[in-house]
């Protein structure tokens, strides 16, 4: 039995199936991304003034990321163009460099979490903060690299401020070229200690929580993307018209994939 409607447009929507498939489906996911980036504004707008953490992602990788999902959001559209054209070793560059731009992006992504996972929170007995990145830890004691001490009751989203008083002070002080050195930190000193994972505070969880169902959608659609480049390519010599629209319809999920990056950017690395 012949699946009709696979290549044509139906009469009553004016669309072929699987392209009023994926758009249903789209509706679900911005429902779905909608409810969360509503909760992130919600508990910011909640938040007290001034506990709300800020400049604690590092803007350069997400920069680099942002531009590697929009070259590939090109790279789709012109490897279904290329089809379009009857020229299917185009589409295979097109796609293969659109795999390569998600694998990109996942790359990057794991090094950025694991900045965060390695990055540790210490609190002394003597009411203190300190953060780091953990360089080396025995049974006696543990070492943080570019160190940052502030009151412990500042809370993390303190951090920015404290490195721009140390920054301060230390111009006041001569020492343009000031770099805070490694630190050393017996255990016996340690009341509390914890890495800027998901339990860290609710910024970070929501970073973790929006930033990690993203990431899946993205492993998702390369994993889709790479199919249809493989051996899922051989229905162009079978079936080249449904092909393309299957490319088209791949192409409508990485779109709406590198959209919710576009807004997930500036709401949490700049804002």
Not at 1 to 30: C, H
Not at 134 to 150: A, G, N, R
Not at 195 to 210: M, R, S
Request: charged letters at 20%; proline letters at 4%; aromatic letters at 14%.
């Amino acid at each position: 039995m012949e699946v009709p409607y696979t290549d044509t447009n139906r009469p009553d929507t004016g669309l072929y199936n699987a392209k009023v498939g994926i758009w249903l489906f789209l509706a679900s996911e911005v429902m779905l991304f909608g409810a969360l980036f509503s909760a992130y504004i919600l508990l910011r707008v909640g938040a007290m003034e001034g506990h709300w953490p800020t400049g604690l992602l590092d803007v350069g990788p997400g920069f680099v990321n942002t531009l590697v999902l929009i070259l590939s959001s090109v790279t789709v559209v012109m490897a279904w163009a290329s089809l379009k054209l009857n020229n299917f070793k185009k589409f295979k560059l097109y796609q293969g460099i659109t795999v390569v731009c998600a694998l990109l992006f996942v790359v990057i992504k794991s090094f950025e979490y694991n900045s965060k996972f390695t990055h540790h929170d210490v609190i002394l007995n003597g009411g203190m903060r300190v953060d780091g990145h953990l360089v080396e830890e025995t049974d006696e004691f543990i070492v943080l690299s570019h160190p940052v001490s502030y009151p412990a009751e500042k809370g993390i989203g303190y951090r920015p401020t404290a490195i721009k008083e140390a920054e301060a002070h230390a111009h006041e002080a001569g020492d343009d070229h000031h770099h805070a050195e490694d630190r050393k930190i017996s255990k016996e000193e340690i009341d509390k200690r914890t890495t800027w994972g998901p339990w860290a505070n609710t910024y970070l969880a929501i970073y973790f929580t929006l930033t990690g169902l993203h990431a899946l959608h993205v492993i998702a659609g390369a994993l889709v993307i790479a199919y249809f480049w493989g051996p899922g390519s051989k229905m162009w010599k079978t079936h080249p018209e449904q092909f393309a629209n299957r490319i088209e319809v791949s192409g409508l999920f990485w779109h709406f994939v590198d959209l919710v990056w576009i807004f997930l950017f500036p709401i949490l690395y700049l804002l």
